[in-house]
């Protein structure tokens, strides 16, 4: 309980961090932390709703309630939709690192540990999009949103091609996992190709 207490509230604190690294430049402080508020108040309603129902879906309940925060920011506080999408997804990622990271130490897990190790890489990857993505000549538009959509598209691709493969983490949800994970690739591909498009 104690171990699970210290990842989250350190995972909390790196979500901040960066989510306000990332807003700075465009937000007053008092915005940024008013959305890292609802989204994370998101998060929790998640986790909590995964406790009582369901609870091999935590990843998609603390998922979708981290969205719905979301949604609540971008109504409420007037903030830039995909700007705030990739603050969240970036700044989500080294705290799933961490819950990765933690089973694979205490309950001996190789496929935690593989999951914390691609979580990295993840982590990597969106800093690459991040740094390079309006040179891509066929992402014509140059619009914000790209890197991390990219990443969402390929964190689910992933899930889904592990989850036909049999192999088992601890926030897949059985059989059903590559479809859903599929279905929310095919989304974000979809929502990538429609930024692209946007005219400059």
């Excluded at 604190?13 to 007053?28: C, G, N, Q, S, V």
């Amino acid at each position: 309980m104690l171990v699970n207490t210290l990842i989250g509230v350190l995972g909390i604190l790196i979500f901040l961090f960066i989510f306000w690294k990332k807003l700075k430049e465009d937000y007053a402080p008092e915005i940024i932390f008013k959305a890292a508020t609802f989204i994370l108040a998101g998060i929790l309603a998640g986790w909590i709703l995964s406790i009582n129902f369901f609870s091999a879906w935590f990843f998609w309940w603390e998922l979708a309630g981290g969205l719905i925060g979301l949604g609540i920011v971008y109504f409420k506080l007037k903030v830039r939709f995909y700007e705030t999408l990739e603050a969240f997804v970036i700044s989500m990622l080294p705290w799933f690192s961490l819950v990765f990271l933690k089973d694979s130490v205490f309950n001996f897990s190789f496929t935690s540990f593989a999951a914390f190790l691609a979580t990295l890489v993840f982590i990597f990857v969106y800093y690459y999009f991040d740094v390079h993505y309006k040179n891509f000549a066929w992402y014509r538009s140059g619009k914000i949103g790209f890197s991390g959509l990219a990443i969402l598209s390929l964190i689910f691709l992933v899930r889904s091609v592990l989850a036909l493969t049999g192999i088992r983490v601890i926030s897949f949800v059985g059989q059903y996992e590559a479809m859903v994970s599929g279905g929310a690739a095919f989304i974000c591909f979809l929502q990538i190709f429609n930024l692209g498009r946007i005219e400059k």
